[in-house]
Nanobody, 120 residues
Framework: QVQLVESGGGLVQAGGSLSLSCAAS????????MGWFRQTPGKMRELVAT???????NYADSTSGRFTIPRDTAKNTVYLRMSSLKPEDTAVYYC??????????????WGQGTQVTVSS
């Protein structure tokens, strides 16, 4: 089990920057993958960026070069640093933790979601 508490988000103008935080209730080195997803009304939740426990990072094509996903292991916190924001980045952003059960399945945990709105 892991609880995820998100913070950050809000309203920003296009071209601006914003940061999100996701604090986990357990050692993030014991979480196989942490990441950020986003969702807009009527659309499926989509990948923004993920980081595995060993540190390898994966970005969606739409966010590569503009977003980064640093982590602070001492605080069990993963961040999403967003820059050069575009109106199409407007969405509810969710923190995700994925843990291997050891029985052939994964457990997914989600934060409560935080709204990011980019005005043109």
């Amino acid at each position: 089990q892991v609880q995820l508490v998100e913070s950050g988000g809000g309203l920003v103008q296009a071209g601006g920057s914003l940061s999100l935080s996701c604090a986990a209730s357990r050692d993030i080195f014991r979480i196989n993958t942490m990441g950020w997803f986003r969702q807009t009304p009527g659309k499926m939740r989509e990948l923004v960026a993920t980081i595995i426990s060993a540190g390898r990072i994966n970005y969606a094509d739409s966010t590569s070069g503009r977003f980064t996903i640093p982590r602070d292991t001492a605080k069990n916190t993963v961040y999403l640093r967003m820059s050069s924001l575009k109106p199409e980045d407007t969405a509810v952003y969710y923190c995700n933790a994925k843990i291997w059960t050891g029985r052939g399945t994964w457990n997914d945990y989600w934060g409560q979601g935080t709204q990011v709105t980019v005005s043109s």
